[in-house]
Structures are given as C-alpha cells and as structure tokens.
C-alpha cells in the first residue's frame, strides 16, 4: 500500500498558517492582563505547539520526521522530569516545588526546534517565538524564574536536535535543459 503524499509546498502553508494563527492568538493577549491570563495563554500553547508540529508530520506522511518528533518528546520530558525530581528547586513566591527546569518551556522548544530543524527557519522562527512567549508566561505567572526557563529551553532544543534531520521530500529529480541545438537530460539521486 502506498503512501499519499500531500504537496508539501501546501502543507507548508497550512503548518505556516497554523503557526501565524497562534502567533496572532498570543499577540492578542492583553499584556497588562491578570498573571491567570497569562498562564492560560501558556498552558495552551503546551498543549498546541507539539499538536500542531506532530499533526503537520503526519498530514504531509513524513512517518520518519513523526517518529524523529517521539522520540525528542519521550526523551525532553523523561529529562525533564527527571531534573524537576531530583533537584526540587523551590517555585518564586512560595509557589511549590519542582521548578528546575520549566515543564512548558522545554515542551515548546522542542517543538520548536523540531519544527526548525526539520522543516527549517521559515517553520522555526514562529516555533521559537511562540516557545519564548510560553516561557515569558511561566515568568509572569511565578511559576518559574529566568534560570528554570533557560534550562527548560535547553533542554528542550537539546532533545530534538538528538533525534532530528531536515526533511528531504524530494530525492529524485530529473532535469531538462536545452541550448537551442540539442536537449540534456540529466536524473539526480540524493541519498
């Protein structure tokens, strides 16, 4: 049975489209809102940003690049976890425990840097700013500090770049160029 490969240039443009919508939902947050607001914009965007990437692996049946995307999100979250456990860093004001590194942040920067190593910068650029601004939430809301963030990024980019190759859809080409006196056929393979 083969696999039915959407064009990727408008899967391309729906994953753009669906990154632009939001960034347009997060630009939209009133800045001055209550520090709920902010932490549901974030908690959102965990959830959404690695939908949104393993959803776009699968529309366009890039099976390789879902499974690239698994395995960075099953190792991000088992280091994680087993930072939050170990070091059991305490929240800014009294807020609990586990803060070392931000759950959320390295959640969306994987996703981000999946999305950037994967399908490149045109992908990665609202990726990273959508990852930032989660990270920004989880300052606002103090859940986390500034360290616990950039560890959580860290880790996140980390953990992707373990697992992931940019995509390459097309592996054969075949090209035809003509001088005006004959025709040159030529067929690359790229492996």
């Known amino acids: ?24 939902i997060g630009s939209f ?12 914009a974030g908690d959102v965007l965990l959830v959404s940003l690695p939908v949104a990437s393993l959803t776009g692996t699968l529309l366009i049946g890039d099976r390789e690049g879902s499974w690239q995307f698994v395995k960075g999100f099953v190792v991000n979250q088992a280091v994680t976890l087993g930072m939050k456990y170990a070091i059991n860093k305490p929240r800014p004001y009294d807020n609990g425990y586990r803060a070392f590194p931000s759950g959320h942040t390295s959640t969306t920067f994987q996703s981000a840097a999946f999305l950037q190593k994967r399908y490149g910068w045109k992908f990665g650029v609202p990726g990273y700013v959508l990852a930032t601004f989660t990270g920004y939430t989880r300052i606002k809301a103090h859940k986390h500090d500034g360290w616990d963030v950039l560890a959580g990024a ?8 373990l697992f992931t ?11 035809f160029s003509s001088d005006g006196q004959g025709l040159l056929v030529g067929f690359n393979y790229t492996f």
């Open 165 to 175: 190759s940019p995509y390459r859809e097309d592996h054969m080409e075949l090209t």
């Open 154 to 161: 860290l880790v996140g980019i980390g953990s992707s770049y």
């Open 29 to 40: 947050w009133d800045t001055h809102a209550q520090d709920r607001t902010l932490q549901s």
């Open 1 to 24: 049975m083969g696999t039915r490969f959407i064009g990727a240039t408008g899967i391309k443009k729906n994953i753009s489209a669906l990154g632009l919508f939001l960034l347009l």
